[in-house]
């Protein structure tokens, strides 16, 4: 059962590295082998592509297509750090596709045009790892987070060289960190998995995993993240590569795809937000998207077929949940999430906060943003979703090992079926849907927030969410009593589900309901300008500055079933 | 292990768990393309089946072979037809799993559902949520490594099959391969399978159809004509659309084979054991008398406590199905009941689609 996980005693972090010889890195490798690489992903990119578009007629719908979509890119959606060439380059391909079908081209001349296109799409999509980068980085964030940490905003700058709190002591690293690394040191492949609420997750889950003493893994970053300078160079040399969602054509996305799947056969660990974009609405992922994860299913059933009889390669999933007590990017978050779902019933106030997008303000109130970072990660599993026990083996219900190749078996024989591989991504999807709930810690101040938006729903059952969502300030406020008494119900259940090891709490969720409700108003989106929840000193009523946020941070234990106890 | 799967891959055996009615029936069809191994729990049954030949009335083929051993089952053969009642369905399932692999594709042919906890009361204003209801495959997925899962429903009374005469089904699977090689085993001239990915849907669907076979049984054995027992099929069937949109099933799962073709069948059918039920029932006889009397399960009783108690949970009101309980289980007296069902106000005919 992934149920019960080993409790890890409190460790230091870092912990000391698993793969001590740096060149034994897959990320390394990978570096050292590019040109090698990239040849092999663009030969798997085609062959996918050939095997649906066979025949001259099929390639040209194939090629005309991805152009329409490149020439609407180019002229609706420019970006500076767009090659200066692109126009040219696609206007070659227009010109090709002319003179292609007027000639009556053989089917080679027409994929002839398909490599080019998926040659430059490769180079665009590679990254490289430079070691150099790599140790400067590791070396220099820590420093600057642990400075910026213990600035703790503005208020005690004496603190950045005095006693500091590291950011081991900031940010929590919990879960089953050795068995992970055992799989690791075993020679196993892992892909980590996290849930996405803001855009220093990548940053925070990077520190994590070398904090626990893996080598780095492969990530896709969006290639917006590439135009700030500073940024493009170190995601370049960190092994990061390019993701540009502005390109939905099948070309590049087959691409994209190849270049995953080829890295994960080559061992290389990755890292991917299965949830594709930030949660908009704050709640744990209910649906993922299935591109990246297909790209596992598929690497593990070519390890599999590569060598039938013998030994093979196994790769694992590890979820990986992380709990903020304050996302940023909340306010805008949030905004977007209503507009999705309720379009023209949302009044659009002007906010200030979409607008002020400097990084480094950004950066700065991330860190200082109170103490408490939870980074979960879960017990790996195998791309089924099936346990492992300690030596990767995987386990069945009952407790069995299970023959992984037997999955990719039909009457006893190893064979390639693409869309069984779709439905086991689809299965791979849900386990890790009910990772995410399940590995979940959930805070002081989620618990709050959560509390806070049920009663003041309950007490306007008549309203419906955006009205209630424009109440006036004068009904914006909760009794310190009433939510005392919620709040003790909603812990006790809470405990309740821990203790069946359906979920985790952070320990202050232990202490009395008092010190809980201190603690979570206190924490509860602690920097944003104005406050989801905040205690009036004389009355001792607790009001809202702003519901939409209290909905935000409520939305976190959305999902659970916990509507029912408050 | 694996040499050994790898030299009977040609011709592995398919087998079929339980000797009922419908279960023989299916193994007969098999026959004709495959070897197959026939599981009968009592190794008295089985001893009796070597000997005679003959399981639930129906002569086996030759190709037939009687065990009594799930393991033989699970190490010789990959496709496995499961077909024990419901109440049997868990039990069996927990004696299986230990054998299963997940390369062994699983296609099971039970129209019941599994309830939790298993043997409780169910009365007229039980509740039942979703999640404490599961049909045969989601109980398959959840106790076994299998994932290549499948059901096999339709229009297939077991006394006609036997009979040689010609049949069509459906195979609901989410996976190609399931669905193909379930086709294989099974086509013949006088059978002809069909696919689908909507698994639940099927499911439901065949399961929820005995319901309307018992209500149709009573119309019958009360005389009222074809025009009533027309209206209860479809107001019926409106029903059960209604309840399965209400737990996420595409009503397009009912206008199937497994839906309205297996509807048709066993709604004018005294070859249908729900429909004698409720023959029988409005014959004068109660339900304890008949139960006493007939050796195999008609799922539709105990179906027609659970899909009112899954309304219920829903707050979806299913007038016909509700009749059904109270004269089921209330000894409401059939001809008053029925003739209720001329008082409903209904107000639209089809508002399902």
């Known amino acids: 059962m992934a149920g019960k996980e080993t409790q890890v005693p409190p460790k230091r972090f870092p912990l000391v590295q698993v793969v001590p010889n740096l060149e034994e890195w897959p990320l390394y ?29 099929s390639m040209q719908v194939l090629l005309a297509n991805s152009l329409y979509h490149e020439k609407i890119r180019l002229t609706r959606k420019p970006w500076s750090v767009d090659p200066p060439d692109e126009k040219k380059f696609w206007a070659f391909v227009a010109a090709e596709l002319t003179r292609l079908e007027q000639e009556a081209a053989p089917p080679a001349s027409w994929n002839a045009l398909l490599q080019t296109i998926l040659e430059r799409y490769g180079k665009e999509i590679q990254g490289n790892f430079h070691n150099p980068t790599y140790q400067f980085a590791r070396h220099f964030l820590p420093i600057a987070f642990n400075r910026l940490l213990n600035a703790s905003g503005n208020r005690n700058f004496s603190r950045v060289f005095g006693n500091r709190l590291g950011i081991h002591d900031r940010v929590h690293l919990d879960g089953n960190v050795e068995r992970l690394r055992q799989i690791v040191r075993d020679g196993g492949t892992v892909v980590m998995v996290p849930t996405h609420f803001s855009n220093l997750d990548s940053i925070l889950v990077g520190y994590a995993i070398d904090a626990i003493g893996l080598p780095p893994f492969l990530y896709g970053a969006g290639l917006n993240l590439f135009s700030a300078r500073i940024l493009a160079y170190f995601m370049n040399r960190l092994g990061a590569y390019k993701v540009d969602r502005r390109k939905k054509n099948k070309i590049y996305l087959q691409a994209l795809k190849a270049y995953s799947t080829s890295a994960l056969e080559e061992g290389c660990h990755s890292l991917f937000f299965p949830g594709g974009t930030r949660s908009r609405s704050g709640a744990i992922e209910k649906q993922v998207k299935l591109g990246l994860l297909s790209t596992v299913i598929e690497a593990q059933r070519r390890l599999l077929l590569e060598n039938p009889d013998g030994p093979f390669q196994k790769i694992y999933v590890a979820p990986v949940v992380i709990n903020y007590n304050f996302v940023l990017e909340a306010p805008a978050l949030i905004k977007d999430h209503l507009q999705e779902i309720g379009r023209e019933r949302f009044f659009v106030e002007q906010d200030r906060y979409s607008s002020s997008g400097k990084i480094a303000r950004f950066i700065l109130r991330f860190f200082t943003a109170g103490s408490d970072i939870r980074i979960r990660f879960g017990d790996p599993m195998d791309i089924l979703g099936n346990p492992v026990d300690a030596s990767g083996n995987s386990l069945d219900p009952n407790g069995k090992t299970v023959p992984l190749a037997a999955y990719f078996q039909h009457n006893g024989v190893l064979n390639e079926d693409t869309q069984r591989d779709f439905e086991y991504t689809k299965i791979l999807a849900d386990k890790v849907v009910h990772a995410f709930h399940r590995y979940n810690t959930v805070m002081a101040s989620h618990v709050v927030a959560f509390t806070a938006f049920r009663l003041i729903q309950k007490r306007h059952p008549d309203l419906d969410l955006y009205q209630l969502l424009r109440l006036p300030e004068e009904d914006r406020w909760w009794d310190w009593q009433a939510l005392s008494i919620a709040v003790t119900r909603l812990v006790a259940e809470i405990k309740a589900r821990c203790d069946r090891g359906e979920l985790y709490r952070e320990p202050v969720l232990d202490q009395p309901t008092e010190a809980i409700l201190q603690h979570g108003i206190r924490n509860l989106g602690i920097y944003h300008d104005k406050r989801a929840l905040k205690v009036d000193k004389r009355s001792g009523k607790v009001s809202s500055d702003d519901l939409r946020l209290l909905l935000f941070y409520h939305n976190r234990m959305d999902g659970f079933g916990f509507e029912h106890h408050v | 292990m694996a040499s050994d799967l790898n030299t009977m891959s040609e011709q592995a055996p398919v087998a ?86 997940p390369d062994h594709f699983l296609i099971h042919g039970t129209k019941g559902l599994h309830i939790e906890p298993a043997n409780q009361h169910l009365g007229l204003e039980s509740k039942l949520k979703r999640q404490q209801v599961l049909t045969m495959s989601e109980l398959i997925l959840r106790e076994t490594v299998v994932l290549r899962v499948g059901c096999l429903h339709g229009p297939n009374l077991a006394f006609e099959i036997a009979q040689g005469l010609p049949a069509a089904t459906v195979i609901g699977s989410r996976f190609d391969e399931v669905i193909n090689e379930g086709k294989q085993a099974l086509r013949s001239n006088r059978f002809q399978v069909y696919g689908s990915y909507d698994v639940l849907g099927i499911e439901l669907a065949g399961v929820l159809k005995n319901i309307l076979a018992i209500g149709s049984g009573m119309i019958r054995g009360l005389a009222l004509g074809d025009n009533a027992r027309a209206l209860l099929m479809t107001r019926g069937l409106s029903e059960l659309i209604h309840l399965g949109k209400t737990l996420d099933i595409d009503p397009r799962a009912f206008l199937g084979l497994a839906g309205i073709g297996d509807i048709i069948a066993t709604c004018s059918s005294p070859h249908s054991r729900n429909y004698s039920v409720g023959f029988r029932l409005a014959q004068g006889e109660t339900l304890t008398e008949i139960l006493e009397t007939v050796d195999e399960v008609a799922e539709g009783i105990h179906t027609v406590q659970i899909a009112l108690a899954l309304a219920n949970a829903e707050g979806l009101s299913m007038p016909i199905v509700g009749m059904l309980h109270r004269i089921l289980f209330e000894n409401a007296p059939v001809s008053d009941s029925l003739q209720r069902l001329m008082s409903y106000r209904i107000n639209r005919d089809v508002d399902f689609i």
Do not use: W
Request: hydrophobic share 40%; proline share 3%; net charge neutral.
């Open chain 1, 29 to 57: 490798r990978l570096s050292k082998d590019r040109e090698r690489f990239l040849q092999k992903v663009i030969e798997e990119a085609k062959k996918e592509l050939l095997q649906d578009h066979r025949g001259s007629a």
């Open chain 2, 16 to 101: 079929v768990i339980g000797a009922g009615s419908f279960g023989t029936a299916v193994s007969n069809l098999l026959a004709e393309n495959n070897r197959v191994l026939l599981y009968t729990r009592l190794p008295e049954r089985a001893e009796q089946m070597r000997t005679s030949r003959i399981s639930a009335g129906q002569k086996l083929n030759e190709r037939i072979e009687i065990t009594g051993s799930l393991q033989e089952i699970a190490d010789s053969c990959y496709l496995i037809f499961p077909i024990v009642p419901s109440e049997n369905f868990a039990g069996m399932i927990g004696e299986l799993a230990p054998f299963l692999r």
